[in-house]
């Protein structure tokens, strides 16, 4: 036991600085709790840092959902920008893909996705709010997002449009003409676009997360920066041990994104989770041909995004260990059709990885721990988890306060993998 553990407990303890860690900081101080957050890095600098910086309304569909079939013999040649997977970590995980394909039917999908509408639209609202009470009001641009397709991809185009509005969420079929007076400065390289109207974007993650770090510092929240090395249960609740000595709290909050199963395991649980790691690297932009909003490549499979250093570009999913060595081959392939689009510049920085956490139903885990009191779970957002974040959070305090939360959090239990 470290010499300078904290013997005065606080109510709630988050265990991890990202989105979701925030907003559940946030959530549990608005309620009146006393709340220490923890990470060994400052606040939003991990996964939470590294994405598109979309809000997105229609981040409904799970990525295992029917389609998926139809384009899993060229995903199997291992050369496709959309997917790499590591054949030795693919046998290793052969339960955990197994299970991720079996929900890759319309029974399972539909669920599914009215769970992540419930959960996207009261998070969404939060941001909304957040954003203007953290001073980050001007990091928001109300856009929306544009998919585009290459080929003659109306029917798919609309299948998709008609599917968001079965949930209320609107969006607008564009043909080439209307993509460029939307997007003039991009090359017309586009026949099809669908703008999803509802959804918005920032500036910076990474900032954006820094400013909801600072909100929560400023209603009275504590942030403390140590290596995490262990929870352990104990008659007053739970304590923190950390390398640089230990806290005590009533409640523990597991907010540690693809972090989250390590420190778990040692109360038994085995949590399925994987980790669809993603690349982007940033480019200096030509101010006079700037982006408006960011452009999904559908068939390309990448993500262009105006970010304040620059053009950000965004990859698909590499299948692998959490820790496995950075592989640029989808960097490599997707930056020059990026160039092809929008003119940009040299890079800015390093290339940047991330681990997105993801269980077999491609739904976060949001809720108790089974079998401790106390002990609550807020990870596995996957692709979404800068959108999904502040109702995550919320989600959580609302239940360690007692109350329901403001969407139907029971598709996200805990107890239904462990």
């Known amino acids: ?10 109510d709630v303890i988050v265990l991890g600085a990202g989105i979701v860690g925030v907003s559940a900081a946030i959530a549990a101080r608005q309620r009146g709790l006393s709340v220490v957050l923890v990470d060994r890095r400052e606040p ?16 409904i569909s799970p990525l295992n959902k029917p389609s998926l079939w139809s384009a899993l013999p060229t995903y199997l040649t291992n050369r496709h920008a959309a997917l790499r997977w590591d054949p030795v970590w693919a046998i290793r995980n052969i339960d955990w893909i197994i299970r991720f394909l079996a929900n890759a039917t319309p029974s399972r999908t539909r669920p599914r996705a009215t769970a ?17 009470k953290a001073d980050a009001a001007q990091r928001i641009r109300e856009t929306g997002w544009l998919k585009a397709w290459r080929s ?7 299948a998709e449009q008609a599917f968001l509005a079965e949930y209320g969420i609107a969006s607008q079929l564009l043909d080439r003409q209307a993509i460029s007076a939307l997007e003039p400065n991009i090359v017309p390289v586009y026949k099809v676009g669908l703008l999803h109207t509802q959804t918005a974007s920032v500036d910076s993650p990474g900032a954006v997360v820094k400013a909801y770090a600072r909100m929560f510092v400023g209603l009275g929240g504590e942030i403390r920066q140590s290596e995490i090395r262990a ?11 950390l390398a640089d000595g230990g806290i005590s709290a009533r409640h523990i909050v597991v907010a540690l994104g693809p972090w989250s199963a390590d420190l778990l395991r040692p109360l038994g649980y085995r949590v399925p989770l994987a ?14 041909r700037s982006l408006q909003r960011p452009i999904h490549d559908a068939e390309g499979s990448f993500l262009m995004t105006p970010m304040e250093q620059g053009i950000r570009v965004t ?14 081959v989808q960097l490599d392939q997707v930056v020059p059709a990026a160039r092809g689009v929008v003119e940009f510049g040299a890079a800015v920085g390093e290339p940047w990885r991330g681990a997105r956490p993801t269980l077999p139903d491609s739904l976060p885990m949001i809720g108790p721990a089974p079998r401790h009191a106390g002990l609550w779970l807020a990870f596995g957002n996957q692709h979404i988890g800068f959108t999904t974040g502040p109702a995550t959070g919320a989600a959580i305090a609302a239940m360690i306060a007692g109350t329901q939360p403001g969407f139907d959090a029971a598709p996200f239990s805990p107890g239904r993998y462990l």
């Open 1 to 10: 036991m470290p010499d300078n553990f904290t013997d005065k407990p606080t």
């Open 44 to 59: 939003g600098n991990e996964t939470s840092y590294g994405n598109a910086g979309i809000l997105s309304s229609g981040s």
């Open 116 to 132: 992540l509408h419930g959960l996207i639209g009261a998070s969404l609202q939060l941001h909304r709010e957040w954003i203007v």
């Open 152 to 158: 003659d991809a109306v029917g798919a185009a609309k």
């Open 231 to 241: 929870i352990v249960p104990d008659s007053e609740g739970w304590r923190v041990v």
């Open 275 to 288: 980790f669809e790691r993603g690349y982007h690297r940033e480019f200096k932009p030509n101010p006079a």
């Open 315 to 328: 990859t698909g999913v590499e299948l692998t260990a959490r820790d496995a060595p950075s592989s640029f």
